[in-house]
């Protein structure tokens, strides 16, 4: 796949807008955003990382958290949203060097199609982004592939995360929707539907232990849960609301808050927005990243739908 230059705003959206629904505008810094407004919700994507930074269905509040200090520039990876980690997960472990996630939360994507379906049942905007190898890719990773991440807007936030192995020989991947869901107030945010799995807590020598009973906060938490496909329900009182997140062909969940500590080692997150924060992001890591044949296709799946706590 050729690295084509952005089209222009005007020509993104004479190919792309919807009148009244859907445009591209400039964003933060000047990134073209992806502008997405319906009965049923409105969003926000960046074609910067394809990622999305805003989600609020009808009668909800904002449901994903995006820090107001995050960089919005070439090389850097907005703080909040959902980053798309590919095809490493933290660190490349062969290349203490490479950027950490992997280098496609930093690309500018390419817009591929957009979407409306306003049938009784569901009045939802899709938006396909595509990114794909290229020479800068291949200095990281020598691999032909291309990524494509279909976000469909509605009552619903549904995202689809298709890898499509074009080269010649088989590749192994590692992904994650590293979405940061926003709450009132982590300390008292509990997340249930892991309980009784084992997981590897990178805040302590990624030791393996087993999850008793719902996950509550009170300090780092940095948790990657292993072979699990069960969805999770993200509890916050604050707001009375739950985030449930529904995984399809994901078998890691990492839960992740940098808590007081860990936040000030990150320069954009605002001191207190730690607090507004967690991450729960349907993935393949470790032991569960994905071989694919050449030829082959995956897609890995998070909807997220909110509903009121009690
Ligand atoms: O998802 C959890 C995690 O891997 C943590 O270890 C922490 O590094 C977080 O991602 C954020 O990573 P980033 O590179 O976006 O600062």
Same mark, same amino acid.
């Given at each position: 796949?050729?690295?084509?230059?952005? !089209?222009?705003?005007?020509?993104? *959206?004479?190919?792309?807008?919807?009148?009244?629904?859907?445009?591209? %505008?400039?964003? *933060?810094?000047?990134?073209?955003?992806?502008?997405?407004?319906?009965?049923?919700?409105?969003?926000?994507? &960046?074609? =910067?990382?394809?990622?999305?930074?805003?989600?609020?269905?009808?009668?909800?509040?904002?449901?994903?958290?995006?820090?107001?200090?995050?960089?919005?520039?070439?090389?850097?990876? $907005?703080?909040?949203?959902?980053? $798309?980690?590919?095809?490493? /997960?933290?660190?490349?472990?062969?290349?203490?060097?490479?950027?950490?996630?992997? /280098?496609?939360?930093?690309?500018?994507?390419?817009?591929?199609?957009?979407?409306?379906? %306003?049938?009784?049942?569901?009045?939802? %905007?899709?938006?396909?982004?595509?990114?794909?190898?290229?020479?800068?890719?291949?200095?990281?990773?020598?691999?032909? /592939?291309?990524?494509?991440?279909?976000?469909?807007?509605?009552?619903?936030?549904?995202?689809?995360?298709?890898? +499509?192995?074009?080269?010649?020989?088989?590749?192994? /991947?590692?992904?994650?929707? =590293?979405? &940061?869901?926003?709450?009132?107030?982590?300390?008292?945010?509990?997340?249930?539907?892991?309980?009784?799995?084992? &997981?590897?807590?990178?805040?302590?020598?990624?030791?393996?232990?087993?999850?008793?009973? #719902?996950?509550?906060?009170?300090?780092?938490? #940095?948790?990657? &849960?292993? *072979? +699990?496909?069960?969805?999770?329900?993200?509890? #916050?009182?604050?707001?009375?609301?739950?985030?449930?997140?529904?995984?399809?062909?994901?078998? +890691?969940?990492?839960?992740?808050?940098?808590?007081?500590?860990?936040?000030?080692?990150?320069?954009? !997150?605002?001191?207190?927005?730690?607090?507004?924060?967690?991450?729960?992001?349907?993935?393949?890591?470790?032991?569960?990243?994905?071989?694919?044949?050449?030829?082959?296709?995956?897609?890995?799946?998070?909807?997220?739908? %909110?509903?009121?706590?009690?």
């Amino acid at each position: 796949m050729t690295s084509r230059s952005p !089209l222009a705003l005007d020509e993104l *959206n004479r190919r792309f807008a919807i009148e009244g629904v859907v445009q591209i %505008v400039s964003g *933060n810094q000047g990134l073209p955003k992806v502008q997405i407004a319906t009965p049923a919700a409105s969003a926000e994507i &960046y074609l =910067h990382g394809a990622q999305l930074t805003s989600w609020v269905p009808a009668g909800s509040g904002e449901v994903i958290f995006l820090s107001e200090r995050s960089k919005f520039a070439d090389g850097s990876a $907005i703080r909040g949203g959902v980053p $798309i980690c590919f095809p490493w /997960f933290r660190n490349k472990a062969d290349d203490p060097k490479a950027p950490s996630h992997g /280098f496609v939360r930093t690309k500018t994507w390419e817009l591929e199609s957009v979407t409306r379906d %306003v049938t009784q049942a569901s009045h939802t %905007v899709a938006v396909t982004l595509v990114t794909g190898s290229d020479d800068a890719s291949r200095k990281w990773w020598p691999h032909d /592939f291309l990524l494509r991440h279909r976000v469909t807007i509605g009552a619903e936030l549904k995202m689809e995360l298709t890898l +499509t192995n074009t080269g010649q020989t088989r590749l192994t /991947f590692e992904e994650a929707l =590293h979405t &940061y869901h926003r709450v009132a107030a982590v300390g008292h945010v509990r997340i249930a539907g892991l309980d009784g799995v084992a &997981y590897l807590d990178n805040t302590d020598a990624n030791r393996e232990k087993i999850q008793q009973g #719902d996950i509550a906060f009170a300090r780092q938490t #940095d948790s990657a &849960y292993l *072979n +699990t496909t069960h969805n999770l329900e993200i509890l #916050d009182p604050g707001l009375n609301r739950r985030i449930l997140v529904a995984k399809r062909n994901s078998l +890691t969940t990492v839960v992740w808050n940098p808590w007081q500590e860990g936040a000030k080692s990150l320069s954009d !997150l605002g001191d207190e927005e730690w607090r507004e924060m967690v991450c729960a992001e349907a993935s393949n890591i470790r032991a569960f990243a994905v071989t694919l044949p050449p030829g082959e296709q995956h897609t890995m799946a998070a909807t997220l739908r %909110v509903a009121k706590l009690a």
